[in-house]
Every structure is written in C-alpha cells, then in structure tokens.
C-alpha cells in the first residue's frame, strides 16, 4: 500500500527529481515506510511506501523490467499475484523482488493494457511504456484506491491525493463552481470530476492511456457492475456458496509479512469478517471497535459478543463530541469537500488500529451486495403510485411540485413537493430524493444570486446507470450505489481516513468476483418486509452471535444532531456566520441561520445539511484562501 504520483513531459525532457519528490512528500502518510522516484526523458515516477509485502529497500517501486524500459508506480494489493507470477514464470519472465508490484510490470509486457483485466484486488497505478511513449494508468474495479490526474499544455500530472498535482505548482487552486453544487447533492463530488478546476478523478473500474507524442489522454471503462442472469441454484446452494466465496476472498485477505486485524463494529458484515479470519488464521486475531456515550449510536456491546465468541484481542476506542476537533485535519486529507460525517469516526478507528497493526479487513460492501440500505425501502414504498400510469402520474403530481418549489422556502412546502415527485416520477427521482442532501427548494433559499452565476448554467451532470420501467427496481437501486455511492463516497471515505493514518484495510465483500455472485442472487432473497441482507443473514447465521444477526440496523453514524444542539453549535456559528463566510457571498446568511436556530431549538434535525455546509466552508478556508 503506497501513495504514488508523476508527470509525463510532453516535450520529452528528464523530469525534474526534485519536483517529483516534492509531490511525494505531500503524501507521506500514504507510504511512511520509504521513497522511490524514477526519472528519465519524458517521465517522472514517484512512490511513498507502507510496506506491507517483501519489507526489503530493494523492493521499492518504482519497478521495472528485465531491460528497464517499463516502470510501474503502484498503490495497492494483488491478491493472486503468486498465480499470476508463476504464470508469467513459465512464460519466461524473471522477478529481482517477492512484490505484486513487480508482477504488475511483467504482466503488461505480457497482455498489454489487457493485463488489468488478469488483477485481483485494490489497485490505482501508472506504467511507463518508453518504447510506446505512454503512460498507461488504472484504478481497481470498485474505486478502493484514488488516482487524480491533471492536463496542461506541455504536461501531464498524476498523483494519489489532490495535493500531489497542486505540489508542482502548474495547476491553480480556482474552484470548481459545478463539481461544488454537485457535492451539495450527492455529499461527496462525484467522478470524474473534482472539486478543482482542470483536476480529475479516474472513475472505478477504468483505464487511462497517455500518449505523450500525440499530448493524447485515452479514459475507457474495462469493468462495470452490471444486471447478471438470475442465478438457478435453490436458497440452501446460495447461503453455501455466499460463505465459502467470502471465505476464499477473507483467506486471500489475510496475506502479509506485518501484522493484521480487523474493524468490528456490531452489525453483520464485520461479524462475518471476523469469523472466517478467525477460522482461516493460525493466529489470534486483533479486533477493533468505536463507540459513543450515546447509547442510540453505540454498537460497542454487540462487537463485544463477537469479539468474545471468537476469541479475539479486543480494543474499543470512544468518540466524544470533541471528536469534531479533528475536523481541519479531514479536510486536509480529503483533498475536496466530503459530507459524509461518518468519517469522524472511520479517522479515530484507523488511528486506534494502527497503533497496534498495519493491516486491517472491515466489513464495507454488506449494504451494496444484499440491500442493506434503508433508503431501498423508502424509495420502494413509493411504488404503490406506479398502479397509476406514468404519464397521467407525470401530468397530474409534478406541475404541483414545480409550483410549491417556485414559491418562497417553507418546510411544508419542501416536504409536500417533495412528496409531489414522489408520487409522480419513477424509481430513479425517487431513489435521488433520499439520497441527495440539499434538495431543490433548500438549495432555491439557500444559493445567492453569485453562486448560481459561478454554477452558470452549462453545468455537467454525472452519467446516469440506464433505467427502464420493467427493471428491477431494488436491483437497479444497488447497482446505482455500486456505480456511484461506492467508490465516490464510501470507499473515499476508507481509503482517506486509513491512509492518513498509514493503515491499510482491506474488504473480502468487495472482492469483484464475490460482487458479481450476489448480483446472481434474486432481489427478493436480499430484502424483504423484514428488512435487508436476509440471505446473507441466514449464510452466516451459524458464524455470528444471534443478537448481532437479529439487532436493527445502525449503520457507522454519529450523533450529529445532539452534538450541533450542545457541544459543536458554537463551532456552526462561528465558521458558517462570521464575516468570512458573508464575503465569500455563497449563500444567504440568513437562511444558514434560520437553520441552526431551526436545529438548536429541535423544530427540524438540520444535521447533515450543516455537516455540508461546514465542511465546505473550512475546506475554501484551507485550499481556496
């Protein structure tokens, strides 16, 4: 696991060293263990090292070939990289070092740009092609490691956190209007786009060719999530099938020459992680929990059931209001403006584990797989208006919601327009109206004139997963997380909050092979009246305690809203109120107002609206000032 970056010099001079590594300092926590850089006319390669795998200096990538004409600078894992290496073996090929670095070389002299089709795992690297001139790039199927790119006019630039590129002094910090209206929405910024003007981000499961010659950036799509054939094999083949893949993804997991552990929460999936590390390690396994004082969000005595059942050497770590404190530092190492407040917690359980290992599973990609989500049944519940035909439901519900929204903000008139399209539209408006953070009205009372001239009115929208009436509506609904939600905003979220903290995690669910099983599995058997993940639940109900199995789901949250009433309202007005904010001219003071006093007095939970708008603010304070 490493943080990478580099430039491509169009006009084919030596990279400058000194450049290169001034972008690798920027990333230090991502590979505290050593440095590489590689440089030659053309290209600059850099790489920072945890090392996880082969622990010797002489395995520091960059990495080439027999001949030196290829390099690689890679972050990541290879799983089957053993596999792969006797088959290249066999094929004539020689190794200098035990890495999956290494093979990553060899492969693509081998099957070319193909050859990221032969990797299992969690990847995002560069290969420099002399011969061809190219530099070929790739980020893993579901977006578990970032790669950030930029184009200038003689340069290309790349790099595994936004401050990499920035570090080169040839892209400017000029906001990007569109990318933050968008964050506004979806709560993170969505691919490929950047909250940075001229920064890119590669989407999962895609493929970047650089041509330095021709100053050409090829991006192609070599792997999607998509609707599979409904698979044949009764319930009982499902529940046996589900364990004995994640059992083969949690064993291809548990390599690594560091020590190794585990994020236990008290919900299922980390459960199951546990009890197949358990069962497939030789060793005692390490475990780790967060918690909070607040029994509504506190999981702390379900982990502890696991923990105990199996055995394992349990550390528990409690996150107090104070926790906000760490904030400034997320935004630093988040790079762009990131909603998602579950990362307080995901930061503080990185930092707890990586006191005692370097490596650790977590139980991400339950929810995706088996329909964990809530937000699946609110959209699903709104499908008794679909006995009325869309254009009549079109016709009558929707001009009614467009005429609430034009009038001047109210809850009610929110709420009922809001309902209006609920009514009126399809299973995608739907599925959006939950998951969007600001909705149209909020956003019409929150937006000053100068923020919707910055937006402008070209504005770039991200790819839409196809939609037709006869699909199934949940298995669209996961598939779209899969697209979208996943690797923007979950996985992100991991990656950000671990590496800051120069730990690496790992996650057996999400292994792509295991992903396009249980897309197989009939939606009926993931969710029903009683709830999500129903098949995977009775796969492992001989692993897991039965209170965890049977426990109502919480999800990683926070008590965000008790602490913006209590401890962080102070915080709220301070930065979202004072005269920095005002002169920045975003949006209308007194809206931001009225929803902290609204959320101080409990008339409305304003929670993760404030979150946004917090974050946002302390990230222009920290990138754009």
């Known amino acids: 696991m490493c943080g990478i970056s580099g430039k491509v010099d169009f006009r084919g001079e030596v990279v400058d060293r000194a450049l290169v590594s001034r972008m690798s300092s920027t990333i230090v926590h991502r590979g505290p263990d050593d440095e590489g850089i590689y440089t030659a006319p053309y290209v600059g390669l850099g790489q920072r090292r945890l090392a996880i795998i082969d622990l010797r200096h002489a395995a520091?990538?960059?990495?080439?070939?027999?001949?030196?004409?290829?390099?690689?600078t890679f972050n990541g894992e290879i799983y089957n990289f053993r596999e792969l290496r006797s088959h290249l073996e066999e094929k004539g090929h020689t190794f200098r070092t035990n890495t999956d670095t290494e093979v990553i070389v060899h492969l693509y002299e081998e099957y070319g740009t193909d050859a990221v089709t032969h990797m299992d795992g969690m990847f995002a690297f560069a290969i420099w092609d002399a011969p061809r001139k190219r530099l070929?790039?790739?980020?893993?199927?579901l977006g578990k490691k970032p790669f950030y790119y930029a184009r200038t006019g003689d340069a290309f630039l790349f790099g595994s956190e936004i401050k990499a590129i920035m570090a080169t002094g040839e892209v400017s910090s000029t906001p990007n209007w569109n990318a933050i209206d968008q964050y506004l929405t979806y709560q993170y910024v969505p691919s490929p786009l950047t909250a940075f003007e001229g920064i890119e981000k590669l989407p999962a499961g895609h493929l970047l060719v650089c041509n330095a010659a021709t100053r050409n950036v090829r991006v192609e799509r070599y792997w999607e999530p998509v609707a599979r054939p409904v698979t044949t094999m009764t319930e009982e083949e499902i529940c046996h099938e589900i364990v004995e893949r994640l059992r083969k993804s949690v064993r291809m997991r548990l390599m690594s020459d560091v020590p190794l552990g585990a994020f236990l929460s008290g919900g299922v999936d980390s459960a199951s992680v546990?009890?197949?590390?358990?069962?497939?390690?030789?060793?005692?396994?390490?475990?780790?929990?967060?918690?909070?004082?607040?029994?509504?969000?506190?999981?702390?005595?379900?982990?502890?059931?696991?923990?105990?059942r199996y055995g394992t050497e349990h550390h528990e770590f409690v996150v107090q209001p104070e926790a906000a404190d760490v904030l400034p530092l997320l935004v630093h190492h988040y790079n762009e403006p990131f909603a998602d407040a579950s990362a307080i917690p995901t930061y503080y359980i990185s930092k707890t584990t990586r006191e005692h290992v370097t490596v650790a599973l977590s139980g991400d990609g339950g929810d995706e797989n088996f329909a964990g989500y809530d937000t699946y049944a609110l959209a699903l519940a709104w499908s008794r208006f679909d006995k009325i035909p869309s254009s009549l439901r079109r016709a009558a519900f929707v001009p009614a919601a467009r005429a609430i929204e034009a009038m001047p903000y109210w809850n009610g008139g929110s709420r009922a327009a809001r309902a209006l399209l609920m009514a009126g539209t399809n299973t995608p408006e739907r599925f959006r109206s939950f998951t969007t953070i600001l909705k149209p009205m909020e956003k019409k009372a929150a937006y000053t004139e100068k923020f919707l001239d910055l937006i402008g009115t070209g504005t770039r929208q991200p790819v839409e997963l196809q939609w037709s009436p006869d699909m199934d509506a949940l298995d669209w609904m996961m598939r779209h997380d899969q697209h979208f939600y996943l690797p923007d905003c979950l996985m992100p979220k991991v990656d950000v909050a671990s590496m800051a903290n120069s730990l690496e995690v790992r996650s057996p669910l999400l292994d792509h092979h295991f992903v396009e099983f249980t897309a197989t599995i009939p939606s009926h058997l993931k969710r029903d009246a009683n709830g999500g993940k129903r098949i995977f639940k009775r796969a492992v109900k001989a692993l897991v305690p039965d209170a965890v199995l049977n426990k109502r789901?919480?999800?990683?949250?926070?008590?965000?809203?008790?602490?913006f009433r209590g401890e962080l309202q102070p915080l709220l007005r301070e930065t979202l109120l004072d005269e920095t904010a005002l002169r920045r001219g975003l949006f209308h003071q007194q809206f931001i107002r009225r929803m902290i006093e609204e959320h101080a007095a409990s008339k409305r939970d304003w929670s993760t609206r404030l979150w946004a708008l917090l974050f946002l603010e302390l990230w222009f304070r920290h990138f754009i000032d």
């Open 274 to 308: 546990v009890a197949l590390m358990a069962q497939e390690s030789g060793e005692r396994i390490k475990t780790f929990c967060i918690g909070f004082e607040d029994d509504s969000f506190d999981e702390r005595p379900y982990a502890r059931l696991t923990a105990e």
């Open 553 to 563: 789901k919480t999800g990683f949250a926070v008590p965000l809203a008790r602490w």
């Open 60 to 72: 520091v990538a960059p990495l080439s070939n027999e001949d030196g004409t290829i390099w690689v």
């Open 136 to 141: 070929v790039a790739a980020r893993d199927r």
